[in-house]
Every structure is written in structure tokens, then in C-alpha cells.
């Protein structure tokens, strides 16, 4: 049976766009407590799929001016509250917690013990969060190793496709399945762009050689597979409660932008 293909298939028929392969080696130096191994003892991979963001959820700072109904001071506090986060977010996390128990359901019925995570800052995620502050496991990182992306100057992935302006989540496996290759070619802009550095209005994103103390300058010509800066979540969150900007840093990036 071609594993691989059947994973490709139920993914891709439940809503998921992006699927990758990491093997567990490429997580070598992982934090103690982060390595897949660390959660399943034979782990041989980790499967990561992602759902892209619809980018009309993003461009919300014209939507509903002139409302009969909502009045202008508490329209951007609406359409980030209720709508950013249902079609943006809530509704996505349930699609990958649905995705990928399938494919965990799948590869168990092959035979292969195999473990899921919900997706990051999602509703099962946040009482963990509020605790111990950072993930059980990193998204982000398995989606980069998975070649599915690199690590932007806006501490997200850039895929080239769609930019920062997807989702993920991921799967560990016993399974031994044909990796995906890693990036080779930058995806991410850099300095060059630094929208998402310009338009933060919390300057909440801390560049490794700006503001980042003891960190060298990234090289702008080599595939970033870690992160290259960091978010200030205090200041995240500030920014967000008071001006309503979530989401800004994934709206301005160019890259994989709709032309229409």
C-alpha cells in the first residue's frame, strides 16, 4: 500500500492543501521534552498538513464602514473577535483536529502506533498555554522541517504558496514514510520587505540582528529552518485588545498574495 498516497488523499479531500514528511532525524537538538521521540518512543516521522487561511478573512479594516447596525468604534473590535477568529481560526483548528485524527485513525489501521496534537492557540491548547506558556509540541518547526516552508522575518512560516497564511498541524508516526525535501530556495523576502516588521503596531516582532540582543544577523540568502526572530506576546496581545490588528502580520506579507 502506498501510505504516503492514501494520507495525500484523505487530506486532501477533507480541506488540507500542504502535507509534508519530516523524518524524526531532522529534529535532532530539539529542546529535552519536544522531540517526537519524546512523545512516541518509536517515532520515524512526523506528518504535517496544513489549511490555508482565506485571505478575505485578513482584509477586514474596510468591512461593514457605514453599518446600520454596528457603530464605527466597535467595528474592528467585531470583525476581529467574531469574524477573524471563527473563519480565521476557530473553524480551521477544528478542520486540522478532524484531518488529522483521520490520518492517525488511517496509519493505526496500517498497523503503525501514531499520535496527534491540536493545533496551537486553539481551544483545547489554551489552559495548557495559560500554565506552562509555550507548546507541547512546535507547529511550526515540523511544518519547516517537513519542507512545507521556512521561518519568516514575522516568527511564522512562509510557504510559497500561500505565505504566512496557513495553518498547521501534525502527526507522529511509527510509520516509516518517503520524506519531503527541504526547502532549497528562499521563500521569505527579508529586510528587503519587512512588512510585517513595518505594519506590527505593537513592534511585537523581535529581528534577530535589530532589536535581538546576542544574536547574530541571519543570512538573508539561506534557507531559514529555524526561527530567525521572536514575538513579544505581552506586547502581541496589548496591541491586539487595543487598536485590533491580529492577523496584520499574515495581510501584509507579499508573498503568495491573490493578485485580485
Not at 454596528?70 to 484531518?99: A, D, H, K, M
Not at 522541517?145 to 504558496?161: D, M
Not at 492577523?247 to 491573490?258: D, I, N, S, Y
Amino acid at each position: 500500500m502506498d501510505i504516503k498516497g492514501a494520507l495525500e488523499r484523505v487530506a486532501f479531500s477533507e480541506g488540507a492543501t500542504l502535507l509534508g514528511v519530516a523524518p524524526v532525524e531532522r529534529f535532532n537538538g530539539a529542546p529535552f521534552g519536544h522531540h517526537p521521540g519524546d512523545f512516541l518512543a518509536k517515532a520515524r516521522n512526523v506528518v504535517v498538513i496544513g489549511v490555508p487561511i482565506p485571505e478575505g478573512v485578513l482584509r477586514r479594516e474596510e468591512m461593514m464602514k457605514g453599518s446600520q447596525f454596528v457603530p464605527e468604534e466597535e467595528r474592528l473590535e467585531l470583525l476581529q473577535n467574531y469574524f477573524y477568529y471563527t473563519s480565521g481560526f476557530e473553524v480551521i483548528n477544528t478542520r486540522l483536529e478532524q484531518i488529522t485524527l483521520r490520518l492517525a485513525l488511517l496509519l493505526q489501521e496500517e498497523g503503525y502506533r501514531t499520535l496527534f496534537f491540536t493545533p496551537t492557540f486553539g481551544k483545547q491548547y489554551n489552559n495548557y498555554y495559560q500554565k506552562y506558556r509555550f507548546a507541547p509540541f512546535s507547529h511550526r518547526h515540523a511544518a519547516v522541517r517537513a519542507g512545507l516552508g521556512e521561518f519568516g522575518l514575522n516568527n511564522l512560516v512562509v510557504n510559497s504558496k500561500y505565505g504566512p497564511r496557513a495553518r498547521y498541524n501534525s502527526i507522529i508516526t511509527a510509520a516509516e514514510l518517503p520524506a519531503t525535501p527541504l526547502l532549497k530556495e528562499k521563500v521569505c523576502l527579508g529586510k528587503s520587505c519587512g512588512k510585517c516588521l513595518e505594519e506590527c503596531p505593537g513592534d511585537a516582532i523581535i529581528d534577530a540582528g535589530h532589536n535581538l540582543q546576542n544574536s547574530p544577523r541571519p543570512d538573508e540568502n539561506a534557507v531559514w529552518l529555524d526561527p530567525v526572530s521572536k514575538t513579544d506576546h505581552t506586547l502581541c496581545v496589548k496591541s491586539r485588545e487595543e487598536v485590533f490588528c491580529e492577523g496584520r502580520c499574515l495581510a501584509v506579507c507579499p508573498v503568495g498574495m491573490l493578485k485580485t
